[in-house]
């Protein structure tokens, strides 16, 4: 049987083998899936080790993204979405060789085109925080040509060297891209105008933080989407909608749309993805 898994540390509240196990019902795919608690010192060995052991797949999350893309860099090949990313969640073991992915950012493009229905073609989006998360899906945003993509962060040197990096890509989409530390916003507002659409991909969600926009930087119909997601809306999406936002979502979507972008890579076959959105979000809705 074909084995496949997610490898994190730790790696006990991880979803991926619940959707995975799911899609794989649904395609009528057979395979195993499980979840491996790799220390950081454990990594490069594991992964040597697995194809060995019947593996044609893993996922890859906290803390060995980037440390998984150096793997990759020196044993397989990168998509470029994932050279770009500096970092992968995916990994195939194909019969060309290793193959090293990001799903992340289509996961969320995906997420926001299909299940909320937005385009970005023309639109302004404004992404919130420059490190890993930020840097996974800039590629794919980028390609689905906004009018402007704003990155903003803290520390306005880590925005601006996202813009340096993503440049070019930036041009061949015909797109705006700027780099600014937070407090610059609204000098910034003034020039591209108000937000469609506002993307929080920093983790201060985690830490039960919110992120306070100056007034004016969301359009009064615009979208915030917070990359995080729990039983209850995050701190980002609380003060959004405080501040009048009425379009509002979190990352749950992003992280199925994700799963399945991995699995079509693995199984070649894509699965639907809103049943399992559903039966999570039902899920997380339990006391």
């Not at 440390?67 to 990994?91: K, P």
């Not at 119909?221 to 609380?238: N, R, V």
Request: charged share 15%; proline share 6%; glycine share 10%.
């Amino acid at each position: 049987m074909d084995c496949y898994a997610v490898l994190g540390h730790p790696i006990h509240h991880s979803l991926s083998p619940q959707i995975h196990a799911a899609f794989a019902t649904q395609t009528g795919q057979v395979l195993r899936y499980s979840a491996l608690d790799v220390a950081p010192a454990e990594l490069t060995a594991t992964l040597a080790r697995l194809p060995a052991d019947g593996f044609r797949g893993v996922n890859i999350t906290v803390p060995h993204k980037e440390s998984a893309w150096a793997y990759v860099a020196q044993q397989g090949t990168l998509t470029e979405r994932a050279a770009m990313a500096g970092a992968v969640n995916t990994l195939a073991w194909k019969t060309t060789g290793l193959l090293g992915d990001n799903t992340d950012g289509q996961g969320l493009l995906n997420d926001l085109q299909q299940r909320h229905a937005l385009s970005l073609r023309g639109q302004r989006v404004l992404l919130l925080g420059a490190g890993g998360a930020t840097r996974g899906v800039v590629l794919p945003l980028l390609a689905a040509a906004p009018a402007a993509l704003v990155i903003a962060n803290r520390t306005a040197a880590r925005a601006t060297e996202l813009v340096d990096l993503f440049a070019p890509k930036a041009v061949a989409a015909g797109s705006l891209l700027h780099g600014c530390g937070l407090a610059a916003l609204p000098q910034v507002v003034n020039i591209t105008g108000a937000f469609d659409i506002v993307i929080n991909a920093t983790s201060a969600s985690l830490g039960g933080e919110a992120i306070a926009l100056p007034p004016g930087t969301i359009t009064t119909d615009g979208f915030a989407y917070d990359m995080m997601y729990g039983k209850t809306p995050t701190p980002f999406l609380i003060a959004q909608q405080q501040a009048g936002v009425t379009r509002l979502a979190d990352g749950l979507g992003m992280l199925v749309e994700q799963a399945a972008v991995a699995f079509t890579l693995w199984r070649g076959v894509v699965p639907a993805t809103q049943p399992v959105y559903d039966a999570l979000r039902e899920q997380l809705a339990r006391p």
